[in-house]
């Protein structure tokens, strides 16, 4: 049975923050039964996994990452559209002309295939763009 290479993440990720504790084999496997309810990683599910690096990350003190959705270019792509008919502008020729100054050669050709991290970073500029010129629905005649 092959791993995925997320689950080798996992499994790597475990076991590097167990030594970092200086945790032996006998007290790694003990916080694993306990809070995974496996003494064995294999054992488990990628749940139980994250939750085991969870634990590991709290007796470490290193803070808890935020949990974002891993791919909302949906609705990032739903914003940008909203606020280009908001301000009046040509949806997608608009953004990504902008796409293209802001980000170069790196600018992907169509809006969809841009990385949510762009996607943000276009709504970013359209949200300055609104302050500095109001217009649309925000009180102003087109």
């Known amino acids: 049975m092959a791993t995925r290479p997320d689950r080798r993440r996992l499994l790597a990720a475990v076991h590097a923050e167990a030594k970092a504790l200086g945790l032996d084999e006998e007290a790694r496997r003990a916080l694993q039964q ?63 002309g902008i796409s293209r100054k802001m980000f170069g050669a790196l600018s992907p050709a169509r809006l969809e295939w841009h990385a949510p991290k762009q996607l943000r970073a276009l709504i970013a500029a359209l949200a300055y763009d609104a302050k500095r010129h109001p217009r649309g629905h925000r009180g102003d005649a087109a």
């Open 34 to 96: 306990r809070i995974g309810g496996h003494a064995s990683c294999a054992d488990m599910s990628d749940r139980q996994l994250r939750s085991v690096l969870a634990e590991l990350h709290r007796l470490a003190g290193k803070p808890a990452r935020p949990r974002r959705p891993a791919d909302d270019r949906a609705r990032l792509l739903w914003r940008i559209e909203r606020d280009c008919a908001a301000a009046g502008y040509p949806h997608p020729a608009y953004p990504l």
